[in-house]
């Protein structure tokens, strides 16, 4: 089994591991993916990000990448099983509190980042259980695709993610 690194700009990391030759002694153990839009918007330019870098390969070479689930009329479709996004998301929310944390001692840094990290589960949790009281009382919610949770952490951030593509 390897280990999946999901990694912004991670073609980038590949192709510098690759042309420092290292990348037969990362490869048996290693599989780096990009984040979905990362993917979206490279897919077509960048050979290598689309052949090795794809965060839910549909080929059966990376199952644990990809899920299937039910849509509301009970149809079967293949599913991204980790939300790349959110994790860009819950990134761009903890580097606002880098100053802070690059002031601090280890113990401090790692007690602090517990406690934000907590912080932000019981947050998600909380608009899970919100959007389900609102789907259960019928009311209509918007943008309800679960990829968008934690959208409104970093609206700012999601812009600036992609800016050094090219
Ligand atoms: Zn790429």
Redesign the pocket.
């Given at each position: 089994m390897k280990t999946l690194r999901n990694i912004d700009?991670?073609?980038?990391l590949l192709k510098h591991i690759v042309r420092q030759g290292h990348w037969p002694a990362w490869e048996p153990t290693t599989r780096i993916i990009?984040d979905s839009y990362?993917?979206i918007n490279?897919q077509v330019t960048?050979h290598l990000?689309q052949a090795w870098?794809n965060p839910a390969p549909l080929n059966g070479d990376a199952p644990n990448l990809v899920v299937v689930v039910n849509d509301k009329q009970g149809n079967p479709y293949y599913k991204r099983a980790f939300n790349t996004q959110a994790c860009e998301q819950l990134n761009a929310w903890i580097g606002g509190f880098l100053t802070v944390l690059n002031q601090m001692t280890v113990s401090n840094f790692n007690l602090t980042m517990h406690v934000l990290l907590f912080i932000h589960t019981q947050r998600v949790i909380a608009k899970q259980e919100e959007k389900k009281r609102k789907q259960e009382a019928g009311i209509e919610v918007v943008g309800s695709d679960e990829e968008s949770e934690d959208e409104e952490d970093s609206e700012s951030d999601e812009e600036g993610s992609e800016e050094e593509e090219n």
């Open positions: 700009k991670g073609c980038a990009v990362h993917y490279h960048d990000c870098c």
